[in-house]
């Protein structure tokens, strides 16, 4: 079994930039992280790997310093490292970093053997769109599953998989057969620790690093910012909230409190009320 994961370095949230003109997410400067989302695909992959045999590639696009971030991910146990690194990858939007990426893919799937299933996180803490997981899917025309959160069965024999998926009503149980693409909920495993053997194997590790040439991608022109249709016209933190918290004091006496509550709540907002009781109609 061969599972691919793609994982992204991301500047830390907590000293994030943004340039004042174009818009987008100044690296430089910035400390960077594996995408915490990516850690639990990678370690949904290492379970497989470890129950079922196998390998696990990680994959990234970004900087030449990216590098680091594939040698943390091969601390923890993964196979092997490849970098897709190009200066027309720079300014990628989710449209350009899903077409690296599925190129990068295919290129992996010549080189060491097609996956059977291309992990990721639900989405990045850069951009929180969750759109390059299914973007990949689309273009390698793998059947996806998002939001997955549990991992039910893998039957390698029968080339299927089955998952849990949370979704607004609840949890979906789904099945579905090979390769597929899997993008992982937070919350759903622990990172394990790195062993003393898989840091030394990665200090020593050759990451494989690819141009654009090298992943097979010969139309440049969706590539980076001139592959990028998205335009991001300004980006600002969100002002203070004008309104205070309200405390609303419920009688001990009370025989409901929450019917108390209720009350309470639809005397300040009548038309809260009558939104509920349009919704409850229409089920």
């Known amino acids: 079994m061969h599972i691919v994961v793609c994982i992204k370095q991301v500047p830390d949230s907590a000293q994030i930039r943004v340039h004042p003109v174009t818009n987008t997410i100044m690296r430089q400067g910035v400390p ?5 989302y990516d850690l639990y695909a990678l370690e949904e992959a290492l379970r497989l790997r470890d129950q ?4 696990v590639t990680v994959l990234t696009m970004g900087p030449p310093n990216a590098e680091d971030t594939l040698r943390k991910a091969l601390t923890f146990g993964a196979d092997r490292a490849v970098l897709l ?28 053997g097609a996956p059977d299933i291309v992990f990721t996180g639900k989405q990045t803490i850069d951009g929180d769109t969750a759109q390059v997981g299914p973007g990949i899917a689309k273009r390698l025309k793998l059947l996806q599953l998002t939001y997955v959160s549990r991992i039910a069965d ?9 998952v849990e998926r949370r979704s607004e009503g609840g ?13 992982m909920l937070e919350g759903t495993n622990d990172m394990r620790r790195g062993t003393m053997k898989d840091a030394l194997r990665a200090a020593r590790a050759e ?26 016209k300004r980006v600002f933190a969100p ?21 108390s509550l209720l009350d309470a709540i639809f005397s300040r907002q009548p038309k ?12």
């Open 32 to 36: 960077t992280i594996i995408n915490p």
């Open 154 to 162: 893998l039957d390698l024999a029968g080339r299927t998989i089955s």
């Open 52 to 55: 079922h045999g196998g390998e």
């Open 85 to 112: 690194t190009d200066r027309f990858f720079a300014g990628s939007d989710t449209l350009a970093t899903s077409f690296a990426l599925s190129s990068a893919i295919a290129k992996v799937a010549q080189v060491y």
């Open 272 to 283: 809260l009320e009558a939104d509920i009781a349009a919704a409850q109609a229409a089920l």
């Open 239 to 259: 002002g203070p909230r004008a309104e205070k918290a309200e405390m609303i004091e419920i009688t001990p006496a009370a025989r409901d409190t929450a019917d």
């Open 171 to 183: 949890v979906q149980q789904l099945r579905t057969t090979l390769p597929a693409l899997i993008t």
């Open 207 to 232: 990451v494989v690093i690819w141009s654009a040439k090298d992943a097979g991608i010969e139309d440049l022109t969706k590539c980076g910012l001139r592959g990028s249709p998205t335009v991001v």
